[in-house]
């Protein structure tokens, strides 16, 4: 979340436990221990952690799960499944106090998938903490790492979104308690935590999908298409920066933005747009509309730039330093780097809608776009092992109740695509939608004051709460000058 940057049961599958010491294996061990990181941040404090080795079908990955114990009495777990993919479970840790306080009774268990954090690399030891670069690969290492991945494609190929639910499986089985289970999954992990739901046989007793990806069905379901996604919400941004008389662009607020993109494109020079990360106006001020304070500069931002104002390399920055503040507490914990190899492997075998996709072709999409994401041009230049898609698992005849976490302005999964997915899974199970108005993505980030009621009411009576509407404070859309 940086700024710029065939199935074997539960029962079959291999299992070992061992405590984590450290980035490196510890030895044999039957339950947690205290974490050896955790006098590094006070948010780790009292989290203890293990490593647990899983094979699916002859491919052995080692998986690191840290847990935060309840603060009173012990009723259940929730089980935190992070984004990406390639995000590890330390997308939570600055947060981990809202979690334990909102869901005092319940042990907060926080795994990293395979592939991210302390669990098995696909790039090893490039992707290690002990490498040149940390957890990230550094220039010199890419050459290694895609040399490893292709001479063991197989290896490569079983770090998938199936496998990874597989994975969830042994997890909360064996490492749960016999208590209620409830799974809160962010982005890509409401994909995982679907599709470990399908599996699990009402082994879970609630799921709260925060920030839900669109249904296979849905047209703009997959990841080629983001930057249309991205463009909507900030057009849809312009819109409201028109009807408000406080915002500097004025009524002609999306005309004076598509005449400076005119501008931009026929190489006018633009004072401040040095100040631009890769001078790419488009993809920068997509970026900005995750971040609710730097999302509510961008009309100044435009504004300034459109007057060939000085003061635009200012607000620019300030946009910046906004943005790195913001991931900055999410970063600041060693695991937390995504893996790039995942990420690519995963999303271009299995969110790629559009594998025929040319660099060429982005470049035409993009000149239409006022606001766009790094992700389609990844896509299009995937160089990774992919893997066929699996068939979709069965949808079971009844599912865990469901609440849903949207943002009204969520730039990566769309509110209207998840309302519908939203509706459609309530053949199965009930479903209850809490709209967060303005929010962006991710909504335990920004939206905490309208969250706290609801998700403890879910983790009593789950099937008691009902769809409603909150506006958190963080989220609110306002136009500073």
């Known amino acids: 979340m940086k700024f710029l940057q065939s199935f074997l049961p539960a029962g ?3 299992l070992m436990l061992t405590a984590f010491t450290g980035p490196e294996s510890g030895s044999p061990q039957s339950d947690f221990v205290a974490c ?3 006098g590094l941040h006070s948010n780790l404090s009292d989290s203890v952690c293990i490593r647990t080795t899983l094979e699916h079908a002859d491919m052995p990955v080692e998986l690191f799960v840290r847990k935060f114990p309840a603060r009173r009495d012990h009723q259940g777990e929730v089980w935190l499944i992070a984004g990406g993919p390639g995000e590890s479970g330390a997308s939570f840790y600055a947060d981990i106090n809202f979690f334990r306080k909102t869901f005092a009774n319940y042990d907060i268990m926080v795994p990293d998938h395979r592939g991210t954090g302390y669990s098995s690399k696909l790039c090893s030891p490039e992707e290690t903490a002990d490498s040149v670069a940390g957890m990230a690969l550094a220039g010199e290492e890419w050459g290694s790492c895609f040399e490893s991945l292709y001479a063991d494609i197989p290896r490569a190929n079983s770090f998938s979104q199936r496998n990874a639910a597989r994975d969830l499986e042994v997890l909360v089985s064996t490492l749960s308690s ?16 679907l599709e470990y739901a ?3 046989d009402g082994a879970i007793d609630g799921l709260i999908l925060d920030s839900l990806t669109p249904g296979p069905s849905d047209p703009f379901s997959d990841l080629s298409y983001r930057s249309q996604t991205t463009d909507r919400v900030g057009m849809a941004l312009l819109e409201r920066c028109a009807a408000d008389s406080t915002c500097s662009l004025g009524t002609d607020a999306i005309q004076m933005y598509r005449a400076l993109l005119k501008d931009l494109d026929a190489g006018v020079e633009i004072p401040g747009l040095d100040h631009v990360p890769n001078g790419d106006l488009r993809q920068f001020l997509g ?14 931002i435009i504004s300034s730039l459109s007057a060939r104002d000085p003061a635009a390399e200012r607000l620019i920055d300030k946009a910046i330093a906004s943005v790195e503040a913001y991931w900055g507490e999410i970063t600041q914990f060693q695991q937390a780097t995504s893996s790039i190899p995942l990420s690519a492997i995963i999303s271009g075998s299995e969110f790629n809608g559009r594998p025929e996709l040319t660099a060429e072709a982005l470049v035409e999409e993009k000149s239409a776009l006022g606001f766009t994401s790094p992700l389609p041009a990844l896509l299009a230049n995937n160089q990774f092992p992919l893997y066929p898609s699996p068939p979709p698992l069965a949808m079971p005849t009844s599912m865990p109740p469901i609440l849903i976490l949207q943002g009204t302005m969520d730039p990566k999964t769309p509110y209207d695509s998840a309302v519908k997915r939203g509706a459609m899974l309530q053949a199965v199970t009930p479903v209850a939608v809490l709209t967060l108005v303005d929010a962006p993505h991710a909504a335990y980030l920004s939206s905490q004051d309208c969250l706290t009621k609801p998700l403890s009411l879910f983790a009593s009576h789950p099937q008691a709460v009902s769809s409603q509407i909150c506006a958190p404070a963080n989220a609110s859309l306002t136009f500073p000058e």
């Open 12 to 14: 079959v599958a291999f």
């Open 36 to 38: 050896s990181d955790r």
């Open 178 to 193: 016999n208590k209620k289970t409830l799974i809160y999954g962010v982005s890509y992990g409401t994909s995982l935590a």
């Open 198 to 200: 399908k599996l699990a």
């Open 287 to 300: 970026l900005l509309l995750d971040v609710p304070v730097a999302r509510n500069r961008i009309p100044a």
